[in-house]
């Protein structure tokens, strides 16, 4: 078996395993699972799926049932994780309509590939801010605050955006911060706050926000140095081409982009 080979057959299982996996998650599938596309008349039914950054879990859950609202026999299941696994998964196979990444590096990541239809565009921004718990009990007011002794700090992974913007607003802060655990994906560092595990995390303004009941997000100046783009595209092998375009278009319409800006995201 040559080398060619071998990576056409770990396309395929990677492919095969990751539609198992979305077939158990998905939160609207049902019938026989086919991508209809649309009929004659331009409409968009069947299934659209769709790899979210996780920080757009709760907006792209609202956004997804607004779609299919508007879509009668349309079906949105997300795939939500971290920016650069999601673009794995893609590269590597896995059956997807559409990508939303949270950093224009992990979409270039599958532009690259060859996996994109069309070019990206960016449909949203986001910007950290730094989580404690509800009332902020240890009075943190900036970066800085989070060096002192005994305090505990999440962080996500350098290779997921949330993590790529820490560095870069620490960076420009000039702090120097070793944190007690590195999370895959945004709502991981979030999660740690919430349990009580650290007494902060460097997360999205719009994560603190969907967990306002939990937390508190503290604002910080550095921020604004390490604001995130998220690019959005339909892929190339879209079980649903019909669909990936037409949710593509719709994440860029009024009543989407309104979802986004009650969740404080900023616009592009």
Known sequence: MNAVTVARSRRTAVAV???????VAGCGAGGDGRATGGGGDGRVTGPVTVF?????????TRIGKDFEAANPGSRVTLNVAGSSALANQITQG???DVFASAAPANMTTVVEAGDADGAPSVFARNQLV??????NPTAVAGLADLT??????????SQVPCGAAARTALDAAGVALTPVTLERDVKGAL???KLGEVDAALVYRTDTRAAS???TGVEFPESARAVNDYPIVALKDAPNPNGARAFVAYVRSAPAQAVLAEAGFQAP
């Open 52 to 60: 979210a950054a996780a920080s757009l879990t709760e907006s792209f």
């Open 213 to 215: 009941a939990d937390v």
């Open 130 to 135: 730094i989580a404690v718990p509800r009332g």
């Open 191 to 193: 999660a740690k706050v």
């Open 148 to 157: 002192g002794p005994g305090v505990k700090v999440a962080l996500c992974a």
């Open 94 to 96: 896995a059956p997807a």
């Open 17 to 23: 395993l990751v539609a198992a996996g979305l077939a």
